[in-house]
């Protein structure tokens, strides 16, 4: 009994933990007038309304938005069929291209964002805005591999193999049974390249941070000229993107399992 | 269809477009990087084409000896806070229903996925004078009057394991839930108490687990390039700061690329030192 209630505790304590600085921002982006008071003083929304409203926001959404559904659609097209050849072949040393794929996203992110902006300024594209979406493909392709990875590794290959014997060739199979197999694992891949090229701010930085602004880029530089309530109302609008995206993933596939817990467990 | 070895120019036909753009955009970029690490400052361009080792020498001086301590010791303590909190809570999660695992990840995720600069202004909101929590226990009379807590060292230190915690939590997620489950039925049935089974069973049985964890976070916390901008002093500054400062602000992109490369060398060595420590696991 004691020992639940410990628990009960310590998982509030993280949660409170987590949710605080959060609970601080949704309440400053209510305020009324331009204070970042907490508790807010009054109740307006038109800070939110500001973020589509104000040009410069505006700009700074369209950018982002852009930004995180054309590099989300690299990722998952060098992933995909990356992972359908390591599924497929037996190739040991294309293994380095999974590697490769792993690599930007171990490293500390400065240092990949510093390539990009030595290789840009080399070729003399420093600053266009597609140099942002390739880097950030790049970036990000690591998330839509392991998904997918994990999804090639659930296919029964009986399956394959059925289908197979009875005539398929290899674009039949590939059509008909491996894209629908694979399909939640693709989603959530491109899901989770999206949600994080939204928030990424020092690749964006470093490629096109001084000819146009994402959302991150637009509130780092607002910074210096003090806190607004718009910006608390980007913070939630982040974390609520963030929350109906994973909410999303958990409710159509099964996100323990993509974190891991991979079959073991029972329920 | 079993897997076989490529045979035709064909079969490799898939391989073409990912090989392709990670050669192109990841490796001749960091090569790149690397090439620049050598090359000379040109302030009215990026950099001049050379080959002089002066980047790297002015890593021998006592400014940056002091920032590269400062960034190793505050990255080793993120890493031991973010386990000593995880780790325990992580092994209390796999024991919940899986509903309640649901909605703990979705949230970690969501907390995971925000940008540097959104966790940067929410603690450094939480931690103002104006909206901060000070002005909750002025309320309920613990102090006189709201104070900042920012810029300090406990800001950087905060923000950084909230940035940390999440993702620590998730690399430790799949370790716990695959522990077997008969290992802490057994040290019950002998008697021990559930923390003594946690402490004495479970914990030892993870060693290299935890030791990889925080090679990891440790590597993810040095990676940091705006909490300690955003939260701390100048004194508070990281070598990814530091980088960020010099490739952007100073425009000396050779010597950002050559704390960059030292940066690399030391994340690869631990990177690699992980690897080991797993496999090592493995072979048990």
């Known amino acids: ?267 | 269809m079993r897997r076989e070895p490529p045979r035709t120019l064909a079969d490799y036909a898939p391989l073409a477009f990912p090989a392709l753009m990670l050669i192109v955009f990841f490796i001749v970029p960091f090569s790149t990087m690397i090439a620049v690490s050598f090359f000379k400052r040109n302030p009215a361009s990026f950099y001049t084409p050379d080959f002089v080792f002066d980047n790297y020498e002015r890593f021998l001086s006592v400014f940056f000896g002091s920032v590269l301590a400062f960034s190793l010791m505050l990255a080793i303590l993120v890493a031991v806070c973010c386990v000593a909190i995880a780790f325990p809570f992580t092994y209390l999660l796999t024991k919940c229903g899986r509903r309640t695992q649901t909605v703990w990840l979705v949230g970690l995720l969501s907390v995971l996925s925000l940008s540097e600069v959104i966790i940067g202004f929410s603690w450094s909101t939480l931690l103002s004078r104006t909206a901060g929590i000070t002005n909750l226990l002025v309320a309920i009379g613990l102090m006189d009057q709201p104070v900042a807590l920012l810029p300090s060292f406990g800001a950087v230190l905060t923000g950084m394991v909230y940035q940390a915690l999440p993702y620590t939590i998730l690399v430790l997620y799949p370790a716990l839930v695959r522990l077997d489950p008969t290992l802490i039925e057994a040290a019950r049935t002998l008697g021990a108490s559930p923390p003594r089974a946690f402490f004495n069973v479970v914990t030892p049985a993870l060693r290299n687990t935890i030791v990889a964890t925080l090679i990891m976070v440790f590597v993810f916390a040095l990676g940091s390039y705006l909490l300690p901008q955003i939260l701390g002093r100048p004194s508070n500054w990281t070598l990814s700061v530091l980088i960020t400062d010099q490739a952007i602000y100073q425009s000396n992109m050779p010597f950002a690329a050559a704390m960059a490369v030292f940066l690399v060398l030391i994340s690869l060595a631990l990177v690699g030192l992980t690897l080991l420590v797993g496999r090592r696991e493995h072979a048990l």
């Open chain 1, 1 to 267: 009994m004691t020992a639940r209630l410990l628990r009960r505790i310590y998982f509030a304590l993280v949660g409170l933990f987590l949710a605080a600085p959060l609970i601080v921002v949704a309440g400053v982006s209510i305020n009324e007038k331009q204070t970042l008071a907490f508790p807010p003083k009054g109740f307006s929304l038109s800070w939110y309304a500001q973020i589509f409203t104000d040009p410069e926001w505006r700009l700074a959404l369209i950018h982002s938005l852009t930004l995180a559904v054309c590099s989300a659609a690299i990722a998952v097209a060098i992933a995909l069929p990356l992972a359908w050849f390591l599924w497929r072949r037996i190739a040991p040393w294309a293994n380095i291209f999974q590697v490769l794929g792993l690599a930007p996203f171990v490293l500390p992110p400065v240092i990949t964002a510093l390539g990009f902006l030595s290789f840009w300024a080399t070729l003399g594209l420093f600053g266009q805005f597609y140099t942002a979406i390739i880097s950030h493909g790049i970036f990000f392709v690591t998330l839509p591999l392991v998904t997918l990875s994990l999804g090639f590794a659930s296919i029964d290959r009986a399956l394959v193999e059925a289908a197979s014997t009875m005539g398929a060739d290899d674009r039949t199979v590939l059509k008909t049974i491996v894209l629908p197999l694979i399909l939640p694992y693709l989603v959530s891949g491109y899901a989770f390249a999206f949600v994080l090229s939204l928030n990424e701010y020092i690749v964006a930085y470093m490629t096109i941070g001084f000819t146009s602004e994402t959302l991150p880029i637009k509130i780092f530089n607002s910074l210096r000229y003090g806190y607004t309530p718009t910006m608390a109302a980007v913070s939630v609008f982040f974390v609520v993107v963030a929350a109906v995206v994973f909410g999303a993933i958990a409710r159509f596939g099964d996100i323990r399992k993509l974190l891991g817990a991979l079959g073991t467990q029972e329920s």
